[in-house]
């Protein structure tokens, strides 16, 4: 039994590897766009939730400060995100997505819609339900950083 589990777990592996190269794919877009893997999250986690410090995106990207400010500034130099002090406290610096790069995220998150829902159009409701299932299982095993819970 825990020999075909581990069998399982090998084939696993090797589909996740050999569909992760197909959604990566989809990032094509973003070199069309001059953005990178990072700014597009960045400005997709801003545009869903709103301005944010470079803390609070280091805090919720699960990513260390400087390599947020890094990202941060990259996007601020394409015009995708503006930097404003908070009016509460000068020291605090909120990222905001900019007009520009609203309608670069949406654009790149329909390509990628559209790219997502022609790999799996062809499963059905109840097998497109199942997935949810499973990598809803996985995430929460995960949790927010991505990193196993053990």
Do not use: C, W
């Amino acid at each position: 039994m825990e020999h075909d589990k581990e069998q399982l777990i090998r084939r696993l592996d090797y589909l996740f590897s050999s569909v992760g190269k197909h959604f990566t794919n989809a990032r094509k877009g973003f070199r069309e766009a001059n953005v990178s893997g990072p700014e597009f999250f960045l400005l997709r986690h801003i545009h869903m939730q709103g301005a944010r410090s470079i803390s609070q995106l280091a805090e919720q990207l699960a990513l260390n400060q400087a390599t947020v400010s890094n990202v941060v500034n990259s996007a601020a130099k394409k015009d995708l995100v503006v930097k404003e002090k908070d009016s509460k406290d000068r020291r605090v610096t909120i990222i905001q997505v900019t007009d520009k790069g609203r309608k670069t995220v949406n654009r790149l998150q329909q390509q990628r819609f559209k790219r997502f829902r022609s790999i799996l159009n062809h499963l059905s409701t109840d097998e497109l339900q199942t997935l949810e299932k499973i990598f809803s299982k996985l995430l929460d095993r995960l949790g927010s950083t991505g990193t196993s819970r053990e």
